[in-house]
């Protein structure tokens, strides 16, 4: 079955129609409704899509206002598009962003790792050591290759790692305004042919797994990869009690349960509830690569009692002296008149990978998702890089999602809730 060979002359959506209706034949299977007409198409027929024969729709749906204090300092409003087929997803998040606002928002940070690639040689005639050294003496000549290879490429940092007779470079790069992914592979690439030239080593991949690109792995989860983020807010027990219809310390409850034993038993690379759930949501609304949920979802979500201090005691009456109560230490339980005022939530989200340019983020409907997440509502426009923007933006959105599944959890509505929005 020829799916190259196109007659000439055809635009995008025509491509897509004669190729279906090939598969069509060819296969005796009705395939209509993966029509797609040419407004929707863009340049995914030429630049994403291999052998394209239409598309299918993904359910939006759309949550918030969300409260967000960015890393800059400056605070705004957003909406957050989400493409699920998961029924109370959306919902559930929507109502974490109504508790989250009415707390006075999420507080974020972030750190900016850049995108890795690891490459793998094999020393012909050198040890590991005197192989690892000749790299750090050619590291200003390797640098400026792999740079030569983008005008918006830089070199961060590396690693060097040594195992089994090889030796692993690790490269992380600024890659400006896109996830760039495909940027760095080509300049490790580069990177790569000279220096197994330069110093008689087999280049064995430009693709070594130290990265862990697109894996799970603990160098990942504690080192950071693309976008580390952080976002925490505190949530008062009035609007736990009213809105989520629950208490802090049933929300702990779930939480010790759950986050610190449950992923301690199972062994798991990032502890919390859901988190790749709204990763993947925002990712296909948005243009990402979806695949790159898979080290999103390495994180981890804490809960932390707030508590209040008892009131002072009333003076002693006239000639009367009392005794010092000394008040008991922070976390001790309610003793000594303590109360819970609420909780603390915080998630850290090792490797968000995300861009604003190239892949997925210029086709239509996902550049319109994309803009409406950067447009800010009801404030100011974030002093920070579109991307770093996106990837705070996503660690709110996530924050909203953990919060409502714990409550969610904590009063035993998970599945009543699956059971009536699903059906």
């Not at 918006?152 to 690693?159: G, S």
């Amino acid at each position: 079955m020829d799916l190259r060979s196109l007659p000439a002359g055809l635009n995008p959506e025509e491509h897509c129609r004669e190729r279906r209706a090939r598969v069509e034949n060819e296969t005796v299977t009705d395939l209509s409704l993966l029509h797609t007409d040419a407004g929707r198409i863009g340049q995914a027929d030429e630049k994403n899509c291999e052998q394209m024969i239409g598309s299918v729709p993904l359910p939006v749906g759309i949550a918030g206002p969300l409260a967000i204090t960015f890393s800059s300092g400056e605070k705004s409003n957003v909406f957050l598009p989400l493409a699920t087929t998961e029924a109370a997803l959306v919902a559930s998040v929507n109502r974490g962003c109504k508790v989250l606002s009415t707390s006075g928002g999420v507080s974020i940070k972030s750190v900016y790792h850049g995108m890795s690639r690891s490459l793998v040689f094999k020393p012909k005639n050198k040890k590991g050591q005197t192989f690892t050294s000749a790299i750090k003496t050619l590291e200003q000549e390797w640098k400026r290759i792999g740079e030569a290879t983008s005008a918006h490429l830089k070199i961060l940092r590396y690693d060097l790692d040594e195992s089994d007779g090889y030796t692993f470079l690790t490269i992380f790069c600024d890659t400006s305004e896109a996830m760039g992914m495909n940027m760095t592979t080509i300049a490790a690439q580069a990177i790569g042919n000279f220096l197994a030239q330069e110093l008689d080593a087999d280049l064995i991949t430009i693709a070594a797994n130290v990265d862990s690109d697109k894996k799970p792995s603990s160098r990942t989860h504690d080192r950071g990869r693309g976008y580390e983020v952080t976002a925490k807010a505190d949530i008062p027990s009035s609007i736990i009690a009213n809105v989520l219809k629950t208490t802090p310390q049933q929300l702990c409850a779930v939480a010790d349960a759950k986050l610190r034993v449950g992923s301690a038993l199972a062994g798991a690379i990032g502890s919390n509830l859901h988190v790749a759930n709204v990763i993947a949501a925002l990712y296909l609304a948005t243009g990402q690569d979806g695949a790159h949920v898979v080290e999103g979802s390495l994180a981890d979500t804490k809960i932390v009692p707030l508590w209040t201090s008892p009131p002072p005691p009333s003076p002693p009456p006239v000639g009367e002296e009392r005794p010092l109560i000394p008040l008991p230490p922070p976390g001790e339980g309610l003793g000594m008149g303590k109360k819970l005022a609420g909780i603390r939530i915080e998630v850290r989200l090792p490797a968000l990978l995300v861009g604003v340019r190239g892949g997925g983020t210029a086709l239509p409907a996902q550049n319109q998702c994309l803009s409406l997440i950067l447009k800010p509502q009801r404030g100011m426009l974030p002093a920070l890089r579109r991307p770093q923007q996106l990837a705070e933006t996503i660690g709110a959105a996530v924050l909203a999602g953990e919060l409502s599944l714990l409550a969610a959890q904590a009063t035993q509505t998970l599945a009543s809730s699956h059971k009536k929005l699903a059906r």
